[in-house]
């Protein structure tokens, strides 16, 4: 006989048992609670050893946030700030990587002196498989909850439509770049804003840093400058809020919206 995956309230909340079949009850650690009826789960092997229990829920449709200007952002995403807002509102980089680096390169140390074949090279591995591991935990909570703050208060959410893979070819930022996981935001951003009624746009993003955000013109710079000084209008603000602007602009533009709410003054 046949049962869906049943769950089971355990001594603490965050405990439950899990009903699977031809398996039957299993103890599982929720990393969150469960919103919806569940449709479907994956189960899946790390290679620290722990197993992974992904549910896919089902919600009932939420209502449409009203399309008004101050419902609608623009993200640019980076590595001094994780991102910046188009109404200047700035989430600081957790370097979740660069914060275990010393700890990642002294258990690799340790493992470039075992012996191949060994249980203490065994050993090691999983060490450094675990570091890798909450890594990899801590940028996808970072990421879900950014997410879930922008499509709670926002009904567009544009960001650059950027080429990650050609930029990680740079090998002076490839390091910082995997660390902070720009395609990981964009992809949970995307799929909640699609259950929660809200829309995210991707946009062209030459140029959107260079532009003017209030007179429009290109102001030539280096990647090193971290100030927009437009020597046409005058304006100077931080020039990743600068781009911020633009990427609104252009999330405005590509639903036929067009709008300077959004220029500084």
Known sequence: MTRSPILRKGSRSILERMYLSKIGDIKI???????G??????VRWAATGKWYVCFSVGQED????PWKDGSLVGVDVGLESFATLSNGEKIANPRFF?????????????????????PERKKVLEI???????????RYEFA??????????????AFEDLNIKGMMQNHNLAKSIGDVAWNMLVTLTSYKAASAGSMVVLVDPRNTSKMCSRCG?????DLSERVHNCTQCGLSIDGDWNAAINIHRLGLQSVGIQSVQARPL
Do not use: C, F
Not at 37 to 42: A, G, P, S, V
Not at 144 to 157: E, F, K, P, T, W
Not at 217 to 221: A, D, P, R, T, W
């Open 29 to 35: 650690k929720l990393h969150r609670p469960i919103e």
């Open 37 to 42: 009826k569940i449709k479907r789960l994956t």
């Open 62 to 65: 939420l209502p449409k946030p």
């Open 98 to 118: 660069r914060e275990e680096e010393h700890e990642l390169a002294r258990v690799q140390r340790i493992l470039s002196r075992a012996p191949k074949g060994t």
């Open 128 to 138: 450094v498989e675990r570091v890798h591991e909450r890594i990899a935990n801590k």
């Open 144 to 157: 879900h909850q950014i997410s879930n703050q922008l499509v709670n208060r926002y009904g567009l959410i």
């Open 217 to 221: 013109i290109l102001v030539q710079k």
